[in-house]
């Protein structure tokens, strides 16, 4: 089965742009999380999907950031306007049933470098 | 709060054994464990359950002691492979991990 498939791979844009990530879950996965980790530190949760739905966004840092899984498919997350401490490697990871049960298959990430 | 993991780093040579250990000041449900290379996806290792159920992808051993929030991660007869970042990451009542800071582990020929 294809993984969990994110876009860009990269991206640098400019303090005060706007720049949206993309995650493609597996296939059949209702959960769906974004998780970021910046310059080495650790891996820090932003939200969680089920379905369509989000059912923990505790973890967004503010509202420059908005998530949106469409039709409980893909998602994406849209910084705007960007900051320079928005900058690091978001990662999207998906679980068919409870994550916590089962674990996690992360995609490749999405680097933001905001310059 | 987030789980702390001991040691940051550690440097081996191949076939010499490490282990990598995970605190938490939470009461949790359940530890999993993932290896990230540079530039990579972070990759499942094991999960370990409340209970004492285990699931792992890989020949990896891995301890949770319930009653001290606390986990380990062994790994034995270390290989080139085994090189990465390892993180710990903890459930508690829901059903988001929160991840340690990770321990960075080198083996060398």
């Known amino acids: 089965e294809a993984g969990v498939t994110q876009f860009p791979s990269h991206s640098v844009i400019e303090k005060g742009q706007t720049v949206t990530l993309r995650c493609d879950p597996i296939s059949g996965h209702d959960n769906l999380y974004w998780y970021r980790r910046v310059m080495g530190k650790e891996i820090k949760f932003l939200l969680h999907?089920?379905?369509?739905?989000?059912?923990?966004e505790s973890g967004m840092p503010n509202n420059r950031f908005l998530a949106e899984r469409t039709g409980g498919t893909y998602s994406t997350l849209k910084v705007q306007p960007a900051e320079l401490e928005d900058s690091g490697v978001y990662f999207c990871?998906?679980?068919?049933?409870?994550?916590?049960?089962?674990?996690?298959?992360f995609g490749s990430g999405t680097r933001l470098t905001v310059v | 709060q987030q789980p702390v993991q001991s040691p940051q780093a550690v440097i081996l040579r191949e076939g010499e054994d490490a282990v990598i250990n995970c605190s938490s000041s939470k009461a949790l449900y359940s530890v999993h464990w993932y290896r990230q290379k540079h530039g990579e996806a972070p990759v499942f290792l094991m999960i370990?359950?409340?209970?004492?159920e285990q699931k792992g992808h890989e020949k990896i051993s891995a301890s949770f002691n319930e009653k001290k929030q606390q986990s380990s991660l062994y790994l034995t007869a270390s290989q080139l492979s085994y090189s990465g970042t390892y993180f710990c990451?903890?459930?508690?009542?829901?059903?988001?991990?929160?991840f340690g800071t990770g321990t960075r582990l080198q083996v060398f020929p």
């Open positions: 370990l359950l409340k209970g004492g």
């Open positions: 999907f089920v379905k369509e739905s989000k059912q923990d």
């Open positions: 990451g903890t459930a508690t009542n829901t059903d988001k991990l929160i």
């Open positions: 990871a998906s679980s068919q049933d409870l994550g916590r049960d089962y674990g996690y298959t």
